[in-house]
């Protein structure tokens, strides 16, 4: 089915100005974006994006980075998109993910992981609406 998922590029690989490497990546495998915005996170935005793990260990460290620079938010759209943006991220933890992912060429840690992506229907829904609540472009070609 088509799908959309969220897609972050995290600040360390903006400041690697690897937004267009990235994005280059999504449009290659058939990810179009249908909504895209640059946007330095607060600690409001950044807590409130990842409550789901406000209770980790790595939490303090995880919205320290993500307010440390500028993101690149955009909705990817798809066959698949939620599972096929995960496959060309690379696992979470970039020691697992396999070469030739974003995550394998950009991230430098397991919290500087150079992207996000949704990792379900339900999250991919929420984790939109959360940036882009006036939604998104249709796409007819
Ligand atoms: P992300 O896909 O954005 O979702 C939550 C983020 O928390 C994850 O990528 C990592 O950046 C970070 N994270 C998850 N698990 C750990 C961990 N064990 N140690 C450090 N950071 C983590």
Redesign the pocket.
Known sequence: AIERTLS?I?PNAVAKDAIGAILGRFEAAGLRIVAARMMHLSREQASAF?AV?QE???FG??VD??TSGPVMVQVLEGEGAIAKNREI?GA??PAEAAPGTIRADFAD?????A???S?APETAAEEIAFFFPEGVCERTR
Do not use: Q
Not at 109 to 113: A, D, G, I, K
């Open positions: 972050i995290k990842y793990h980790r260990p790595f460290e995880l980075f993500m991220m979470t933890n840690s397991f919290t500087e992981n992207a996000h992506g990792d």
